[in-house]
């Protein structure tokens, strides 16, 4: 294939190599990009990886998003270049404002390491199709609980930029998936995601962007105005999972598709995410 996938390396990125692998197991040829790089010349699509860039010191990706790199990931956004950033990869992504919101600790301040069911939305997304099916992919992270202010949510929503929630489909109101040991992950059919206008009420409140819930009743009352019971074992605002820009070529999410494409696990439902980009790489 002529395209090729540049994958970013900061110091303390520990998942690259399995997107590498992932990626060379699918076919596709990928490089390694050193964070003191300044171009990204050659690359087709880049994908931000897991790990712990920089020890996360201050904040997760917040010293990551001042790396020489940085300035081509942001020049390469901004040309409508596809990119993925995963985890870690995705909070550097929001300290960059290539994406809205932020990434704090998860709800009972525990790292949370499992197998997740995710919903996929109807979105603008260039690196995930809608789909009825429910994926289930691994979760491996500290930060990940979402928040933005209710006018960031709102925007996100009625602009098709959430691109995956936690929680199957056709999931009960309050499933919460670590208290559920009987629950089998099916693939869902019949399912016909919600129109985003269908799923924020115009009564949410307002706030100044970029700002946080103040409290977590007001982070409850914008969860409960968008209508969905929260689902998300790290407590994310609106059970998000993945957001993407206005643009659908940057993409955020926090499960790691990259772990689930072999099938060793039993699992290969992270081959979609890299399929999908590649196919509309092939088509350009």
Known sequence: MSFRFGVVVFPGSNCEQDVVYA???????????????????????????????????????????FSPIMEAVVRFAQDGGPIMGICNGFQVLTEAHLLPGALIRNKGLKFLCREVPLRVEQSVCQWLKPTTQTLRLPINHNEGNYRCDAATLKSLVDNCQVVLRYGAPDCAPGYVPERAPGYVPERASGYVPERASERVSERVAGGAPGSMPSSASDAAGLAGA???????????????????????NVFGLMPHPERVCDGISGNSDGIVFFETIAQRLCAV
């Open 23 to 65: 990626l060379d197991y699918l076919g596709y040829t990928a490089d390694y990009v050193w964070h003191q790089d300044h171009s990204l010349a050659g690359c087709d699509a880049v994908i931000l990886p897991g790990g712990f860039s920089y020890g996360d010191y201050l904040r997760c990706g917040a010293i990551a998003r």
């Open 226 to 248: 968008a209508g969905t019971a929260e689902v998300a074992p790290n407590g994310a605002l609106d059970n998000i999972a993945g957001i993407c820009n206005r643009e659908g």
